[in-house]
């Protein structure tokens, strides 16, 4: 039905920058809430920031002021801009999105999960 392709993760020193793509592709007719999670080694997987389709934000508190999620509508599309990275942001990023598709004759929705990103940041 669909599937989201991220890009973006690396390896970076503390207080550098990195930015996630995350694409939604497949029969999509529209996408609602978007977003960002992680999960660190030994850790559960938590939230970092999620969006609306109307624009409305929502962060961690561990990243709010350093990460910055925005997304482009007609491209299906979210991104996270993280800049003053910290060791402690050294994680899988995944990417969610509710999509509403095209599915035998008939539209469905359902959360999708993207594969994952590494991201790394060195002290």
């Known amino acids: 039905q669909a599937q989201l392709v991220e890009s973006g993760g690396g390896l970076v020193q503390a207080g550098g920058s990195l930015r996630l793509s995350c694409a939604a592709s497949?029969?999509?007719?529209?996408?609602?809430?978007m977003g960002w999670y992680r999960q660190a080694p030994g850790k559960q997987r938590e939230l970092v920031a999620t969006?609306?389709?109307?624009?409305?934000?929502n962060y961690a508190e561990s990243v709010k002021g350093r990460f910055t999620i925005s997304r482009d509508n007609a491209k299906n599309t979210v991104y996270l801009q993280m800049n003053s990275l910290k060791p402690e942001d050294t994680a899988v990023y995944y990417c969610n999105a509710h999509l509403y598709t095209w599915y035998g004759g008939r539209v469905s929705n359902r959360d999708y999960w993207g594969q994952g990103t590494q991201v790394t940041v060195s002290s």
């Open positions: 969006i609306t389709s109307g624009g409305s934000t």
């Open positions: 497949g029969s999509i007719v529209s996408a609602s809430l």
